[in-house]
């Protein structure tokens, strides 16, 4: 791995970082560098959330291109097949849990995680999470789902004192939805295809402005319908990113890189996730002294900066034409920029807009 010293120092400072390296051995490598550089495995307590690959190919990777494991290990594994296949004989140490949960079903991973974060406070390691990897997330449930679920995630990890890693393979992923995820991370480290380019790139937003900077919002962005070809073509390529698999060949990544993503909406009514939302951003006060302007400016600093506009609705019980009304003047204003994602608006406060609400692909916005 190789980041200069500023680099560094910045990812030192981050709670949640985004690697964005290949679906191959070569991306699965850094993932694993990424966690070893950050704290001496030694000195670390390791939740790794896994999709396809089981624990035990982790674990064996693990020593293969680390070596000994961290000093404390568990698995939130996000795939309900049992198997007997194991990688190089590799069996899961006494001591290291497993749980199992429903790859369709993410928020189902933040309790055992949460519990997993709590057992480990005070025992004078520094926590690590890793989930390998947001494509696969991205292949089981819609966009929405899956910005909620990592929304809450990252503020559970800041909250725990943590440092939270996510794998991405931005050559499978649409642009818009690569730097729409972005948002939601302190830091963001691209790794080229060999592995021998490391660099840190800045994340959107000014995000010293608020403490709670990951609390970005959920968006209202659908997903289309996705199709066998992407699916089939990324669980090969995950099944081949540990022991000894080789990268995929050009076809492979070209055809990945250039089919549809998924269009239909997965319903999330979980009561974890709604009782998480109500828990961590306050109801909006009603303020006689405040104009409408400025509530609505105070609801998007609540929610860091930037929000869906179906929420503006909701927290402030106005109408949907209503609000569309204000953020229009207060858009002519300069005070806030709406960017049409999918079937819904994101609302930015001014000085928060990521680079793709100036970009050509900004669609005029839609009463939502």
């Not at 794998?167 to 480290?189: Q, R």
């Not at 995950?238 to 997965?266: I, Q």
């Not at 319903?267 to 306050?282: G, K």
């Amino acid at each position: 791995m190789n980041i200069d010293t500023s680099d560094k120092r910045q990812l030192d400072e981050s709670s949640n970082v985004l690697l964005l390296a290949p679906l191959t051995p070569t991306g699965n490598r850094a993932c694993l560098e990424l966690l070893a550089s950050t704290t001496d495995p030694a000195r670390a307590n390791v939740a790794a959330v896994t999709y396809t690959p089981p624990p035990e190919t982790w674990i064996s990777d693990w020593r293969t291109n680390v070596g000994d494991l961290p000093a404390e290990l568990a698995f939130i594994h996000a795939n309900t097949v049992e198997t007997d296949e194991e990688s190089d004989g590799t069996e899961v140490p006494p001591g290291v849990s497993v749980a199992r949960v429903d790859p369709n079903q993410p928020m189902d991973i933040i309790a055992p995680l949460s519990e997993q974060l709590t057992r480990w406070e005070g025992n004078g390691n520094q926590t690590l999470v890793s989930v390998q990897t947001l494509t696969v997330l991205l292949e089981y449930v819609d966009f929405d789902t899956a910005f909620r679920y990592l929304h809450i995630l990252t503020h559970r990890v800041q909250a725990a004192d943590a440092i939270g890693f996510y794998h991405m393979d931005p050559d499978i992923h649409d642009e818009e939805t690569v730097n729409t995820l972005k948002t939601l991370f302190d830091a963001v480290v691209e790794v080229g295809n060999d592995g021998s380019e490391w660099s840190v790139a800045e994340t959107y937003g000014d995000r010293s402005a608020t403490s709670d900077h990951v609390q970005s919002h959920d968006t209202d962005v659908s997903v289309p319908d996705s199709g066998e070809g992407l699916f089939s073509s990324v669980l090969t390529s995950v099944s081949n990113l540990f022991s000894g698999s080789g990268d995929l060949d050009g076809a492979d990544r070209a055809n990945a890189a250039e089919s549809p993503v998924g269009n239909e909406a997965v319903e999330s009514s979980s009561s974890d996730d709604q009782s998480v939302r109500e828990s961590d951003v306050e109801q909006f006060p009603e303020e006689a002294m405040l104009t409408d302007e400025d509530r609505i400016r105070e609801l998007l600093t609540r929610y860091g900066g930037r929000m869906k506009q179906a929420d503006v609705t909701e927290e402030t019980d106005w109408s949907k034409s209503t609000v569309s009304r204000k953020l229009s003047k207060m858009e002519e204003k300069g005070l806030i920029t709406r960017v049409q994602v999918g079937r819904g608006n994101l609302v930015f406060l001014s000085g928060y807009e990521p680079e793709t609400a100036k970009s050509p692909f900004e669609q005029e916005t839609t009463d939502q």
